[in-house]
């Protein structure tokens, strides 16, 4: 209930991929004579490698020298066009990278004089050269690695450690931790290379390796490895948990580092769900893949069922904390039953919701059922003084055998569930494929404090815009003073209009009106006060069309 509120009470802006706000030529435009270059705009800053925008003729022969460079602003990206373009029909392509560290791609038309028609197929297989192809596949499949392995790894050891207190654990346990994190470690590192030909549409060079080593996913994947072999020491070393999690923490920060909740506000609260969602994660999958190994070897049943018990109430706290987590990042992602059952990430999304509750029926089976039915059997096999280790060969009951074979389908299914998530975080989130608009909401230093701004709905039009002054704390300001929000669009010329806000409340302004009428990257100034105690804070806000 308390998570519930927070959601309903939070302004969510999803941005996730970055989306294209305006081209230069505009798209189906017709010119006299040949523009000098050509500009795609985006709602937010990306990365742009050497080749990011090319441009061909109607017959497909490239026209650009590969100079993309970034435009006056981080959300622009410009290459100069050669002088000589004849009357002809030319393709643009695009391929960038959003701030959450996804490529993204597109294509638009301009003709100069009389030039015929694009052909559609033309564009088509142009646009298909940005993509990866089967890099793309690849990338999904060494993603799913790296996350089963990687969680395998982490959750495994946690339950060494806090479950069988590292006591009676099978070889095989404390093997497949190090080869868990190593298969992670390796898969991780792949990815990069992977990613370079993502972003150079099939072709893995240098230059691409370069940009992918410094993208969210090279630092992402930097940080797991670190982490991972920090688990691995740990283990192999027989350390206390204290070296095990840091290695843990830093698990968890590589999957903050890259992924669609990097450009979600707030962020606190959106950051904060991921972490308690990869946690989870680890408890749940590497917890059940150490439970299996141990069933495999035939421990006796008072001292597995108490390491069930123990396991199971874990795995029901991380599981709430799943839940609650992904309740969070759903809001912010899907926004809409309309968005979850009409775009590709809304079907894959319940996919991996189903695999989950189908998971999690089959593991309420074994606690409430199983568990107790094998404490009954060694409690009535059990002799008078016979010591815990002497029960180690007694034969297996059938809730023994019926709880082995769960337990496999469990981790199997598991399994699934992560190959899901593997392609889920790549594709378009549900509220941006079905064209919700979400709030806008961003945090920038106000004085000594700071001003969280609110667009709603952050559409071209009539928005309502709130400004909230924070103290440095994250309290409402008492600060007094008349208060000033200035709207331009640098692109267009357009602008400033000025208004002064009502004040709403302690350190909450609004103001509603048709300002933001255009699409585009507005610059929106907010002045406090006047004078020596004047505050002054300017951001930039992507108004969709």
């Known amino acids: 209930m308390l998570v519930i509120a927070v959601v309903v009470a939070t302004p969510l802006a999803a941005s996730a991929h970055a989306t294209l706000v305006e081209t230069d030529p505009a798209n189906g435009s017709q010119l006299e004579q040949p523009p000098a270059q050509a500009t795609v705009t985006f709602s937010e800053p990306v990365d742009a490698p050497a080749a ?24 622009q990206v410009s290459v100069t066009l050669p002088s000589e373009l004849g009357p002809d029909t030319y393709v643009v392509t695009w391929g960038v990278v959003s701030l959450d560290g996804h490529p993204i791609r597109g294509a638009f038309t301009f003709q100069v004089g009389s030039g015929a028609a694009a052909d559609d197929s033309l564009i088509a297989s142009l646009l298909g050269r940005r993509s990866g192809g089967m890099l793309s596949v690849a990338g999904a499949a060494a993603r799913w690695v790296t996350y089963l392995a990687g969680l395998t790894a982490a959750g495994a050891a946690l339950f060494s450690w806090y479950v069988a207190r590292r006591r009676l654990i099978p070889p095989s346990v404390g093997r497949l931790i190090p080869v868990a994190a ?132 874990m795995a029901v706290w991380s599981v709430l904390a799943l839940g609650a987590a992904g309740l969070v990042l759903a809001s912010a992602e899907v926004r809409t039953v309309g968005a979850l059952t009409s775009t590709t990430y809304g079907w894959t999304l319940v996919a991996k919701v189903g ?29 008078s003084g016979e010591s815990a280790v002497a029960t180690l060969t007694r034969p297996r009951t059938a809730a023994w055998s019926k709880l082995r074979r769960n337990v ?89 209009f000025v208004v002064e806000p009502l004040r709403a409340g302690p350190g909450h302004w609004i103001h509603s009106g048709p300002e933001l009428a255009i699409p585009g990257n507005w610059e929106v100034k907010f002045t406090l006060g006047s004078g020596f105690g004047e505050s002054v804070a300017t951001t930039t806000v992507g108004v969709t069309p």
Request: no cysteine; glycine share 10%.
């Open 355 to 383: 695999l989950a509750a189908a998971v999690i029926a089959a593991g309420a089976y074994n606690n409430r059922l199983l568990v107790p039915a094998i404490r009954r059997a060694a409690d009535e096999s059990m002799p």
């Open 408 to 496: 496999g389908l469990e981790v199997i299914g598991i399994a699934v569930i992560l190959a899901v998530t593997a392609v889920l975080v790549n594709l378009e989130p549900a509220a941006e494929a079905a064209g919700v608009t979400a709030p806008f909401s961003t945090y920038v230093d106000l004085g000594d404090g700071q001003l969280n701004l609110v667009v709603d709905p952050n559409k071209a039009g009539t928005n309502q815009i709130h400004a909230y002054v924070l103290t440095a704390a994250g309290s409402p300001s008492p600060a007094e003073g008349e208060a000033v929000m200035e709207f331009s669009l640098p692109s267009r010329e357009i602008g400033p």
């Open 52 to 75: 990011a925008i090319r441009v061909f003729d109607s017959t497909g022969a490239r026209l650009d020298a590969g100079d993309s460079s970034q435009g006056p602003s981080p959300e």
């Open 182 to 313: 190593l298969t992670a470690m390796a898969a991780s590192v792949l990815q990069i290379p992977l990613f370079a030909g993502e972003l150079s549409g099939g072709v893995i060079s240098m230059e691409a390796l370069g940009e992918a080593v410094t993208s969210p996913v090279g630092v992402s994947g930097a940080v797991r490895v670190v982490g991972l072999l920090l688990i691995a020491v740990a283990v192999t070393r027989q350390l206390t948990a204290g070296w095990l999690w840091p290695g843990v923490a830093g698990l968890v920060a590589a999957e903050l580092l890259a992924g669609h909740t990097l450009t979600t506000q707030p962020i606190w609260l959106v950051l904060g769900a991921d972490a308690v969602h990869v946690l989870g994660s680890a408890v749940w999958v590497g917890g059940l893949a150490a439970l299996f190994l141990v069933l495999r070897r035939g421990r006796d049943a008072e001292t597995a069922a108490g390491w069930i018990s123990h396991f199971s109430t």
